[in-house]
């Protein structure tokens, strides 16, 4: 499949993001998805012209986009897609050929719970769309999937404003990953916390950790708060307790990828040591996820699948290998922080414990 990029988003194109820049967006026709090719960052911004559900699914594949929220809006714009292409189809070939995209989609990244909640929900809308006929269907299924992405970055933004309130007014938070503006639909979910925090005039410096092996923090985070002029240090990632050890850290900030019923946080791999490390030195670890992040049908973190990337992606670094040939690589991408290491979790309708019942009540009345 020949991918094409353009070097900027369209001029007529208003990106939802809010910000010059988007992980993905719609084209106004609703012909052509753009996704920012995170994997060039920070050395080239260019965005690859997505034309199908297949195609999409092949971009969330290989991280070009990532991020939970982020790959969630992806694969709603790729159901989207999809309803152009069958739209002239009758009502059951309609819904059939959406259930084909939506699980090809959803079976590329298994951890993030976003990807199938949004798929679930595009789903939803196309079999209450079938009986429209053909270009009304595609255009309801596209509309559907904007909505998505703007409420998202709506959730960023209340999230934001709930976690800034927690923090010093003059403060270092710790992130771990990218859980920014690049990995939602905008604004960011930890990061968001951060930039409600500076936007309400406190003082705030980030030390992103590098995030090994794929460097989210220390490609991602630094250039999208380095973008908006925020106090950005990136450590590796073993230098995390040393810094909490010589007080340079007084919160810890993490965005996640699904959170269990009774609090437990599958996020990026890492960060589970890293709020262990906040433990210690006696530092609140705070997470901040939308609801679409909550999956209250697995009771506790040990029901999450943990996605396992390829060994390349830690054994390879550019184009040397850095472990030898026979040596085993374990990869990972993701672990579970258990819910007693969590102090609380911003989401979009305000501060929630990291507990069964609290998180039943509030989701309840979300
Ligand atoms: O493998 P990735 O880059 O998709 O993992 C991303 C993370 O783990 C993020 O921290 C998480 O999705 C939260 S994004 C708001």
């Given at each position: 499949m020949s991918v094409v990029t353009v070097a900027?988003?369209?001029?007529?194109l208003a990106p939802l993001?809010?910000?010059?820049?988007?992980a993905v967006e719609l084209d106004a026709d609703d012909r052509r998805a753009f996704v920012?090719?995170?994997?060039?960052?920070p050395a080239e911004v260019a965005y690859q012209v997505v034309e199908s559900a297949s195609a999409m699914a092949e971009a969330i594949r290989a991280m070009v986009v990532r991020g939970a929220p982020a790959i969630g809006i992806a694969a709603a714009y790729g159901v989207a897609l999809g309803a152009r292409a069958a739209a002239d189809l009758g009502p059951e070939a309609f819904v059939a050929a959406l259930e084909a995209a939506a699980a090809e989609l959803r079976a590329?990244?298994?951890?993030?719970v976003n990807l199938a909640w949004a798929v679930e929900r595009m789903l939803h809308a196309a079999r209450t769309a079938r009986e429209l006929v053909g270009p009304e269907r595609a255009a309801r299924l596209a509309a559907v999937a904007r909505e998505l992405h703007r409420e998202d970055v709506r959730a960023c933004r209340r999230m934001g404003a709930a976690g800034a309130a927690r923090l010093p007014d003059a403060c270092t938070v710790l992130t771990h990953c990218n859980a920014g503006a690049l990995a939602t639909?905008?604004?960011?979910t930890a990061l968001g916390v951060v930039r409600a925090a500076v936007a309400a005039g406190k003082r705030v410096r980030v030390i992103a950790d590098?995030?090994?092996?794929?460097l989210q923090g220390a490609r991602l985070t630094a250039w999208e708060l380095a973008e908006d002029g925020i106090d950005v240090t990136v450590i590796s990632d073993g230098m995390a307790a040393h810094c909490m050890a010589r007080g340079l850290v007084d919160v810890v900030v993490v965005g996640a990828d699904r959170i269990a019923a009774n609090g437990d946080v599958a996020n990026k791999i890492g960060t589970y040591g890293v709020a262990c490390l906040a433990r210690v030195h006696e530092l609140p670890f705070y997470v901040a996820a939308p609801?679409?992040?909550?999956?209250?049908?697995?009771?506790?973190?040990?029901a999450i699948v943990i996605e396992e990337r390829s060994a390349d992606e830690l054994a390879v670094v550019g184009t040397r290998r850095i472990v030898p040939e026979g040596a085993h690589v374990l990869h990972p991408a993701f672990d579970v922080t258990p819910a007693?290491?969590?102090?609380a979790i911003f989401t979009e309708t305000g501060e929630v414990a990291a507990e069964p019942g609290a998180i039943a009540r509030a989701y309840a009345a979300r």
């Open positions: 900027r988003l369209p001029p007529e993001s809010g910000a010059h820049y988007s920012l090719d995170q994997r060039l960052l590329t990244r298994p951890t993030a639909g905008g604004f960011g590098e995030t090994r092996p794929y609801w679409s992040t909550f999956d209250l049908a697995t009771p506790d973190g040990s007693r290491l969590v102090a």
